[in-house]
């Protein structure tokens, strides 16, 4: 049910969110909000805090974790828009809304040879999530081309530039997460590319798949064959991705490791710290391909979890719960989980029911 539907969105309730996320779990929103301009965002924000409703953002849903029912205003800025301006030098401006699907953007700047993005290419989602986990693949992050993050602010509706350096961007990390964690609504963003060549081919196996010269292009290319063989894709195998991040340990924890398994992938940090490969963690556990109802590790890539169907939030954690164990108990490394769970804010009874747990206020 809709009212108040026009070019700017308008407020649904009780809305489906399954096709909504891209690990399929069965999620509803009480009133769901669909912007289109940054006015529109405005006025979804002034509206949820008019009744006091308590406000969830979605972007592409490509890396949330949605419980079975979400109280107040869930809200959608699919603000669109790739704009385009020649810089100093061989550099070029690019604005882009944050509705706009991150892989759609990464083509139009390999169409115009512009360097910066390719190795990016492939992630789901929407290019305004990209900077809360600081998008990053085959040795390229967003940190390295971003300039500015457009946003409204959830309290007040007025909107707001943050220059890069005050988003403070890390390995899938940014204050989005932290500091402005469900404060504000992301927008829009600048990014600066380059005509001039530059590309990042120290990943693996990414040097051996393209020419000695490679146009951006080819690396886009290249890129995109390598996630097709390892990573399913979310529209015919729901998954968030890395469901996991790469775990961080002391260079004392790592040294034993490897004394054990010499072969362990570790990619050493500038701070001293030793990065690990959760993948190959689970992997070492022989639990690749492993299935449990209705989750299952993927066969081609053990960081990534995928939902056959018919699973619950509830479901998938305790099956994430396993693997984590089964990591500390041979390893001693504890895994830290990657996507972003929503919280259900305790307010809401679906009408039509998902097989969720009903919640109610005064549970607590
Ligand atoms: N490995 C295994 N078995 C596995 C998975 C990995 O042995 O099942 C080994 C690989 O052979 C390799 C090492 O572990 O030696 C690292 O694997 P890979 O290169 O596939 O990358 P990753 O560390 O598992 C990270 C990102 C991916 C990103 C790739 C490429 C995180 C949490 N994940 O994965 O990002 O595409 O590097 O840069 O940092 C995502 O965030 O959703 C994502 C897919």
């Known amino acids: ?65 949605l419980p ?28 882009v809304g944050a ?4 892989h759609a953007l990464v083509e139009a700047c390999v169409g115009r040879e512009l360097w910066g993005v390719e190795n990016l290419a492939l992630i789901p989602g929407l290019a305004g999530a990209a900077p809360i986990q600081n998008i990053g693949a085959y040795g390229v992050e967003l940190a390295d081309v971003i300039d500015w993050v457009e946003l409204v602010d959830r309290r007040d509706a007025r909107m707001q530039r943050l220059d890069r350096d005050a988003c403070d961007l890390g390995y899938r990390d940014s204050v989005f997460k932290r500091e402005l964690a469900d404060q504000v609504v992301i927008t829009r963003l600048g990014l600066t590319l380059s005509t001039r060549p530059r590309p990042q081919l ?15 292009r080819d690396v886009f290319e290249a890129v995109c064959a390598i996630r097709r063989e390892k990573l399913p894709d979310p529209i015919r195998t729901p998954n968030a991705g890395s469901f996991f991040k790469n775990p961080l340990v002391t260079a004392a924890v790592a040294s034993r490791l490897l004394r054990q398994l010499p072969s362990m992938p570790h990619y050493p940090q500038s701070d001293g710290q030793v990065k690990l490969a959760a993948g190959w963690l689970i992997d070492q556990c022989g639990l690749k391909g492993r299935r449990e109802g209705a989750f299952g590790v993927h066969d081609r890539q053990a960081l990534v979890l995928v939902h056959f169907g018919g699973g619950t939030l509830e479901g998938l ?40 747990p009903t919640i109610r206020a005064s549970d607590g």
């Open 1 to 65: 049910m809709s009212i108040g539907r026009g070019a700017d969105g308008g407020l649904e309730f009780d809305r489906d969110l399954s096709f909504a996320n891209t690990l399929a779990l069965p999620s509803r929103a009480e009133h769901f909000w669909h912007a289109r301009t940054e006015s529109g965002v405005g006025d979804g924000l002034e509206l949820a805090n008019a009744h006091g409703w308590p406000i969830t953002v979605l972007g592409g849903g490509s890396n949330l974790l």
């Open 68 to 95: 079975p029912a979400i109280g107040g205003l869930t809200l959608r800025a699919d603000i669109e828009g790739v704009a385009f301006r020649q810089g100093r030098g061989d550099r070029v401006h690019v604005e």
């Open 99 to 102: 509705g706009v699907g991150w």
């Open 202 to 216: 120290d990943y693996g196996v990414l040097r051996e798949r393209v020419a000695a010269t490679p146009s951006a």
């Open 317 to 356: 954690l305790a099956f994430a719960d396993k693997l984590v164990d089964a990591v500390r108990e041979r390893f001693g490394v504890v895994l830290e989980r990657e996507p972003r769970r929503v919280d259900a804010s305790g307010i809401y009874t679906p009408e039509t029911g998902v097989g969720a």
